[in-house]
Structures are given as C-alpha cells and as structure tokens.
C-alpha cells in the first residue's frame, strides 16, 4: 500500500486528491496547514507507522518554502518523491527540477490526472528504496527469486482471463507491489479489460527499445493497478 502525505490549506485540492486516492491501494495522511513545518522530520514525527512514499505540497503554501522544504527531503530522505501543486511557470519548473521535485502538478488538475501521477511517484518511490538497499535486494534475490506462474488453455473461453486476473490479485495481497501479470495473448488478451486498465503502454512497447534490454525501463512500462500489481497488458488492436 502507498502512502502519500498532502501540506496544504486549500479543501477544494484536498477533496480532489482524496478522490484520486480513493480507487487506489493507498492511504492519504493530511496537514490542512499553510505553514510548512521546518524540515521533514517534524512531518515524519507526526505520523504513524511507516514514512510515505509521496509527499504533496501545496497549493497554498510558499513556493520558495515548498521548494527548500523539497531540497531537504531530497537530501535527507531520497526515497520519498515530492509532488509540487504550483502553477508552472518555465522558473517554478526549473527550481522545482534543481529542489528534486518529482512532478509539478496543477492544482485544478481532475482527479485522474492527479491519480496517474501520484501512481508514478510512487513507483519511483519504490523503485528508490530498492536501489537504496542494494544489499537486501540481493540477499532476496538468492533467497527468494521470482517464481513464474502460467495460465495457459489450448482451447479458448476456458476461463485464462478470469483464473490469471484473480491470481494476480489474490498474490497481490500477499505481496503488494511484487506481482506482475503479463498478457500473453497477443491477438486478443483481455487482461486490461478484465483489470478495468487503460494501459498507456503494452507489450509491443516494451519488446522493441529500451525496454527489453533494461529492467528499470521495463518497469516504468508496466501500469500500476489499485489493488497492488503491476500489469503488462496486450496490444489494443490484434
Ligand atoms: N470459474 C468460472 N465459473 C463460471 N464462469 C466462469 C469461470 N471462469 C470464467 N468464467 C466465465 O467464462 C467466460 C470466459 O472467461 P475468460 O474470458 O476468463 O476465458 P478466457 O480463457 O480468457 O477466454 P479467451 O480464450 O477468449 O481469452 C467469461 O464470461 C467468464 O466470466
Ligand atoms: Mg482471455
């Protein structure tokens, strides 16, 4: 599950984020404040359990502010993403680039927009915490490596889709984000529908290019599904 934290005054954005959040595995922590703390650590203090993922600034408070604030976590906790909900102009986004802003986001941006980029951030999120513990990940690599499930039928309308899609789910909740489904029916999958996706990319995308030769870019070529997973879905047309 992700975790995002929101600083901000304004209802109106809260409201909008909340409804993003809402069709996702997530929780949402918020300070209705227009002041911001002096350093991460009086936000990380205030929470409970484990610290977010994504950290969302704004509208409301001080840009500067914001961005100082952003500097520090970029620092101090490289792991959380930071999400600025600023209006871009061309010098917010190149301060918001140096700060190690992970997104700039338009504070009347619909809640889709919103979802998709929080769903981002957190994956990059995820992606800097793997890359931070170097030596965990290979001690799971030996210990546990990825293990392959196939659902496959020589005759069609057997039941692949549905018996895949609840497989991946059901593991998904045993671990959340370690779970991929890949559809490998080229002409016809049905996994996106099944999954109720809208899948910006597909397998053909990532068999040509960059992606099949580099796993992280793979990985930002997978879409991200409320219930935990990850899902390389079928091309949209056969
Ligand atoms: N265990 C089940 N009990 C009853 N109905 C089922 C079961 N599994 C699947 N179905 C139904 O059977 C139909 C076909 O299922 P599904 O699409 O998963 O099959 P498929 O093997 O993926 O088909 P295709 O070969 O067309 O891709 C669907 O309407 C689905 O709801
Ligand atoms: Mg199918």
New binding site residues.
Partial sequence: MSRYVLITPNGDFERLVRLAIAGMHGSLQVFQSNHLPDGPGDVLRQMVGEPPEVLILGPGISVDGSLKLASVVDLQYPEISVILAAPSTPETVLQAMRAGVRDLLDPGADPDTIRVMLERASLAAAGRRRGLAPQASEHMDKSAPGRVIAVM?P???????????NLAVGLGKAAPMSVVIVDL?LQ???VAS?LLLEPEFTITDAVIGAASQDSMVLKTYLTVHPAGIYALCAPRSP
Avoid: I, P, Q, R
């Avoid at 069609?156 to 889709?161: A, E, F, L, P, R």
């Fill in positions: 039928s005759k069609g309308g057997v039941g692949k889709t549905t018996v895949a899609t029916d016809f999958g049905d099944g």
